[in-house]
């Protein structure tokens, strides 16, 4: 079953692990060691995260190392990109609306 990769990442023990091995390929055990809950509930994360594709996996001998999916999470970044623009915008014109509030304060 592949999920929707919005509804993996709207859980905050799921973007903990993409954060936890954004940098390094990590197995589950020692994605599990950062959380408090227990290794079943981490593996069943994992689990959904890779199910949507944003973690690859990757065999090297009997350990199974767990790694971003750097394409996925572009196409992510990619839909995000016009809420970005729309918020720089707004937030630009709100900059522009205080510096004119402070300068006619100062008059």
């Not at 227990?38 to 994992?46: E, G």
């Not at 707004?90 to 304060?105: A, R």
């Amino acid at each position: 079953m592949r999920r929707d990769p919005f509804q993996a990442i709207a859980d905050p023990t799921r973007r903990a692990i993409l954060l936890l091995i954004a940098s390094q390929a990590m197995t589950p055990n020692a994605i599990a060691e950062n959380f408090k809950s227990s290794r079943q509930a981490v593996s069943k994360h994992i689990q959904i995260l890779a199910e949507c594709e944003l973690v690859k996996q990757k065999q090297d001998g009997r350990e199974i190392y767990y790694h971003l999916n750097s394409t996925k999470m572009k196409e992510i970044d990619k839909w995000l990109e016009n809420f970005r623009k729309m918020w720089e915008n707004k937030f630009d014109s709100l900059d522009k609306l205080l510096l004119k509030l402070q300068t006619k304060q100062k008059k």
